[in-house]
Nanobody, 119 residues
């Protein structure tokens, strides 16, 4: 089992910055990919960024050059640094952890943290 707790969301003006944190506990050694996803009202949950245990990162085109995902293994925490925020970044942001299985994988989710960007 894995538990994820997000923090750091809030209200910010366009052009501003926020840093989200995701505290990870439980079977952390089994996780091979950590990620951030977001969901705006009426929309599906979309990938924002992922990072593997070997620190390979992947970003959605809409956030490339503005967002940075990182991980502090000593603190069991995953971060999402968000700069140059836009109103369209407004959404609930969810932390995700993936554990591979013999077939498929188990996905774990946090409760989400609201990010609101005002114009």
């Amino acid at each position: 089992q894995v538990q994820l707790v997000e923090s750091g969301g809030g209200l910010v003006q366009a052009g501003g910055s926020l840093r989200l944190s995701c505290a990870v506990s439980g079977s952390t050694s089994s996780i091979n990919v950590f990620g951030w996803y977001r969901q705006a009202p009426g929309n599906q949950r979309d990938l924002v960024a992922t990072i593997t245990r070997s620190a390979i990162t992947n970003y959605a085109d809409s956030v490339k050059g503005r967002f940075t995902i990182s991980r502090d293994s000593a603190k069991n925490t995953v971060y999402l640094q968000m700069n140059s925020l836009k109103p369209e970044d407004t959404a609930v942001y969810y932390c995700n952890a993936r554990i591979p299985l013999a077939r498929g994988s188990n996905n774990y989710w946090g409760q989400g943290t609201q990010v609101t960007v005002s114009s």
